[in-house]
């Protein structure tokens, strides 16, 4: 198989040279925006983007497919018909926004595959809706808790919010849901940490336990035997730190019932939000808690790692309002974000 990198000003341009390399067989391994340095100090030359395209096909001069973009002389010189420009600026517009390639990849497929029983006549709302369906096929969600013992313990990096989401649970499900539930923070390293979660359980007048370490949490689970949940709060972690999340592990390993949900920020580039997916799921992760879906507008990176890393989507928070800004998460609801994210006009 022969791997080659593409770097060019845009999306267009770089598939462009794919194509012309290695062929209309090739195949995109992945696509990312990239920053270039001016040769003047403190200047930018803009945004580019890079490709990494593979094939296992001689590199030949292929004949045009709608699968990758011409340059405008091509454009002009190619015969073609409404509908293959209207799929191509479909693809390179879903292209654009960073999905991962192996779902755009089935997607042209399925396009070409169709017969054009699509009603391109109405575009762009009928490729709207392909892409609704296949984003909504794409992606887990959890059911909704509605019974029984459950012990959630709220793992992830610093800063992303996991005690301000327990605490919108906790609200959820105190006042909500009339359920009994006692809050439990393993969190001993942040200062004012209990503090704050002490406030919250004095305003939900719910109980409230510290555990220093995995012999004591264990005691205050099987203390709380009687409750509907138990919900733990646990120190921000430096996943990349293997003595960290070892440490992490013997505290959440203590009982079996209980459940990781990992609380990623949306404002999390990809790749790093792919790091912490891939080295907090040394624990077992039952669902992805995804917050701040308020602060930014790109939100394909999180629905990448739903693609890479096959776990539920459980909750979607917007804001700081406790319990107001969180909400259970649909396939509906995730397929909206990345939709309102691409340019269809």
Avoid: C
């Amino acid at each position: 198989m022969q791997i080659k990198r593409f770097e060019a000003k845009d999306m267009q341009e770089a598939l462009r040279q794919v194509k012309e390399v290695l062929g209309e067989e090739a195949i995109i391994l992945s696509t990312q925006k990239i920053k270039k340095t001016s040769s003047h100090p403190g200047l930018l030359d803009g945004s580019r983007v890079e490709v990494v395209a593979a094939t296992d096909q001689p590199v030949k001069t292929p004949a045009f497919s709608p699968v990758y973009f011409p340059t405008l002389d091509q454009w002009k010189q190619t015969p073609r018909n409404p509908e293959e420009i209207k799929e191509d600026t479909f693809i390179q517009r879903i292209l654009s926004t960073g999905l991962v390639p192996e779902f755009v990849n089935a997607l042209v497929k399925e396009i070409q595959a169709s017969g054009k029983k699509l009603d391109w006549v109405r575009a762009p709302d009928s490729y709207r809706d392909l892409l609704r369906n296949r984003l909504m096929d794409a992606v887990e969600v959890a059911r909704p808790y509605l019974h029984g013992a459950k012990i959630w313990a709220f793992i992830g990096p610093t800063g992303v919010g996991k005690t301000t989401t327990l605490a919108k649970l906790a609200a959820h499900f105190a006042l909500r849901m009339k359920k009994r539930l006692t809050l439990i923070t393993i969190d001993t390293y942040r200062i004012g940490a209990i503090e704050q979660l002490k406030t919250y359980a004095r305003i939900l007048r719910v109980p409230i336990e510290v555990a220093v370490n995995p012999e004591e949490l264990k005691e205050t689970i099987a203390k709380n035997v009687n409750q509907d949940i138990l919900l733990i709060d646990t120190a921000g972690r430096n996943p990349h730190d293997p003595a960290v999340l070892e440490e992490l592990k013997e505290f959440l390993t203590v009982h079996p019932a209980i459940e990781n949900h990992l609380v990623l920020s949306a404002t999390m580039k990809d790749r790093d939000m792919a790091q912490m997916v891939h080295r907090f799921s040394a624990l077992p992760i039952q669902s992805y808690i995804i917050t701040k879906i308020d602060e930014t507008e790109e939100y394909v990176p999180f629905f990448n790692q739903l693609l890479r890393y096959k776990k539920p989507l459980s909750y979607i928070t917007n804001g700081q309002r406790v319990p107001e800004d969180i909400e259970l998460a649909t396939k509906g609801r995730v397929a909206s974000l990345v939709l309102n994210q691409i340019q269809w006009n």
